[in-house]
């Protein structure tokens, strides 16, 4: 079934000082901006991070790929 699951663009996020750590991600697309607002001394302050879009294994989209049949030429 061609879900996110089997997809070639979605992984497990492992860096462990990511918000999106353990969480399944899909790099079929650019991360996505997003501003955080912080409080600080000062006042307010806005944080800007870049986020993968966050998928669970049975999501299904358009940009789908097989990990078994991908485009991407794989060693001999």
């Given at each position: 079934m061609a879900s996110?699951?089997?997809c070639l663009y979605s992984a497990v996020s492992l860096?462990?000082?990511?918000?999106?750590?353990?969480?399944?991600?899909?790099r079929a697309t650019p991360p996505q901006s997003a501003?955080?607002?912080?409080?600080?001394?000062q006042g307010m302050s806005i944080q800007v991070m870049t986020l993968w879009p966050i998928v669970?294994?049975?999501d299904i989209c358009?940009?789908?790929?097989s990990q078994?049949?991908?485009?991407i030429s794989k060693p001999s």
């Open positions: 996110c699951k089997t860096a462990p000082e990511s918000k999106q750590a353990g969480q399944l991600i899909c501003a955080i607002p912080i409080q600080t001394q669970t294994a049975a358009g940009g789908y790929e078994d049949e991908s485009k």
